[in-house]
């Protein structure tokens, strides 16, 4: 079965950079009649560097917290 590539980043049958809608009709004027625009989701999401920066070290800190948290327990377990 032939697959098409789709260039539209907001469109609700887009998977993985491929059409996933059932039967596509395109014209030759206006494009994609099939394209169906997502409302509720922005097409890109913008991250300011810092909030970025935030969620990085709250990962961290809770990656580092398990690790000890887990030393804790073999510690308790081996006396």
Not at 16 to 38: F, K, L, M, R, W
Not at 58 to 69: F, G, P, S, V
Request: hydrophobic share 30%; proline share 4%; aromatic share 10%.
């Amino acid at each position: 079965m032939p697959r098409i590539r789709c260039r539209y980043v907001d469109c609700v049958f887009l998977e993985n950079g491929y059409c996933g809608a059932a039967a596509v009709e395109i014209d030759p004027d206006e494009g994609c009649i099939t394209y169906s625009h997502i409302d509720d989701v922005p097409a890109e999401d913008e991250w300011d560097e810092e909030e970025l920066e935030e969620l990085w070290e709250e990962e961290e800190e809770d990656l580092y917290a398990d690790e000890e948290e887990a030393d804790d327990t073999y510690e308790e377990e081996e006396e």
